[in-house]
């Protein structure tokens, strides 16, 4: 019988591949559900000893209406391995998004090129060079900004 | 004709007017006016890039057109950083989690604590996160870090840390760190970065010249030698506990690795890295210590243009 861990983590599993077309996540990573539909991340590390446990883990995402949105650093796991549905944007456009803003996109033009899939999942991850800068919510042509306020450049 | 003040001697009595009673007692450890000197000057900023997030090519290419960086000798991931007309804490890379600000000198620890992917480790007194994340960042998130600290506020700023930084492999704990004694030879490495007076902090922040008192630096002491004892006692045989501090008396330093050494078993190994360090003091006011001390680093502001600190690698045979 599954257990309960092994649900969420196969849905999430799911959930990646469906959005992201990621197949596989290279570290072995275990998901809890905290909170409001809340992802955390942690690394299964065999820990036998007991401790009053205050964390662990890192918020990976949140389960939303129309999909999984990922945190930033839910962005940098997976991204590297997401084969759909990354928006690639300039140096300039990373700025103005870790500032806290919207994203004006041509969204008929970044179909094809960043292979979106807007009819599935309204969620992007963004990506500039080698960084990720988690998820976006497409809306008409922009992509609405999720960047946390102890996270934005102000 | 009235002699002409030099700088140092102006900064000197500046120090001296601060706090009387810390500056003769730092006159017995380093009397040389280097030492004033770079105690009073303010500190270069530093920071280390995060490998569980990025490569270090396109962070620096990116960096190097707003900043001027030099590389950190003893850390291949950290650099020394001059700000122009920004700051480093309003780029992307830092909001991001792609670079984390960490004193140079703070960086030895984690390098010195000699980790692998896999390890059980312990990081007694965790807290704001800094040696906790560069350790992940050695295990690629492999293994597995109990991040303990002993206060609540302190606890949510190492919890946001290991967030910014994406480090899966820690659990936090919040214990007195002397309870960790009743693992016993659990952990593959320990670090204990105690609490202590804070002296390297002075060239941030001139407070912890201010608020420093000699009762305190004891009270520290007495606390230090029960933390170091318990962190030994959780270090299973083989394995290498890494005992540091931020500060450079010898009641806090030495005189706490020679109660660890004269109850226990414990060795002292040297510290091989490309860092200006002097050794570690084994006479002083009229105590002697085990010559091995000697192999513990003691780096004082001047010998880098860092923080002053201290640290010794201990080994558990077996």
Redesign the interface.
């Known amino acids: 019988m599954k257990s309960d861990k092994d649900e969420l983590r196969n849905h999430i599993k799911n959930m990646l591949r469906e959005q992201f077309g990621v197949e596989e996540i290279d ?1 072995d ?1 275990n998901f809890k559900e905290m909170g409001k539909r809340r992802i955390y ?3 299964n ?3 036998e ?1 007991k ?9 990976f995402g949140t389960i939303e209406g129309d999909g999984l949105r990922l945190s ?2 839910g962005s ?2 997976v991204g590297p391995m997401a084969k759909k549905n990354v928006v690639e944007i300039s ?1 300039y456009e ?2 103005r998004w ?1 500032m806290g803003e919207d994203l004006e996109r041509d969204l008929e033009r970044d179909l094809e090129r960043d292979n979106l899939e807007v009819k599935n999942s309204r969620y992007v991850i963004l990506k ?6 988690g998820c976006g919510r497409i809306k008409g042509n922009k992509i609405i900004n999720f960047v946390p306020k ?5 | 004709m009235p002699e002409i003040e030099s700088d140092t001697q102006k900064l000197t009595s500046e120090l001296y007017n601060i706090n009387p009673e810390f500056f003769e007692r730092y006159s017995k450890i380093d009397s040389s006016e280097k030492f004033i000197e770079f105690m009073l000057k303010p500190l270069r900023q530093s920071f280390r890039i995060n490998r ?4 270090p090519k ?1 962070i620096i290419k ?1 960096l190097s057109r707003e900043f001027e960086l030099e590389r950190i000798p003893w850390c291949e991931e950290g650099y020394f950083v001059f700000e122009k007309s920004k700051r480093l804490t ?4 830092h ?4 670079i984390f600000s960490q004193e140079a000198s703070s960086m030895i620890p984690a390098i010195a604590l000699d980790v692998k992917p896999g390890m ?1 480790i312990l990081d007694m007194a965790a807290s704001p996160g800094a040696k906790t994340t560069q350790i992940a960042s050695y295990m690629q ?4 870090i ?1 991040a303990n600290d002993v206060k609540y506020p302190r ?1 949510n700023i190492l ?2 840390n ?3 930084c ?10 007195d760190g002397r309870s960790f004694g009743r ?1 016993e030879e ?1 952990f593959d490495r320990v670090l204990l970065d105690a609490p202590c007076s804070n002296i390297g902090m002075i060239r941030k922040n001139f407070k912890y010249l201010k608020i420093w008192n000699i009762r305190e630096v004891e009270g520290l002491s007495k606390l230090q030698k029960q933390l170091i004892r318990a962190a030994y006692k959780a270090l299973k045989p083989g394995g290498v506990l890494i005992y540091s501090t931020c500060t450079l008396d010898v009641k806090e330093n030495e005189e706490v690795v020679e109660a660890l050494l004269s109850t226990s078993d414990a060795e002292i190994e040297e510290i091989n890295l490309p860092v200006k360090a002097r050794p570690g003091i084994t006479k002083f006011e009229g105590v002697k210590f085990n010559k091995e001390i000697r192999r513990c680093l003691r780096i004082h502001p001047q010998d880098n243009d860092t923080e002053g600190f201290f640290v010794a690698k201990i080994l558990k045979p077996g």
């Open positions: 570290i990573l991340a942690y690394t590390c065999g820990l000893l401790f009053r446990r205050v964390s662990q883990g890192i918020y930033i650093e940098f796991l140096r990373a700025e870790m500039s060079g080698s960084y990720f800068l102890n996270r934005r450049i102000l | 569980l997030k990025a490569e396109e990116n309003k780029t992307i890379e909001q991001l989690g792609l059980l998130n492999r293994g597995c109990v606890i919890i946001s290991l967030q910014k994406g480090v899966t492999n820690a659990v936090v704990t919040m214990m693992y659990k």
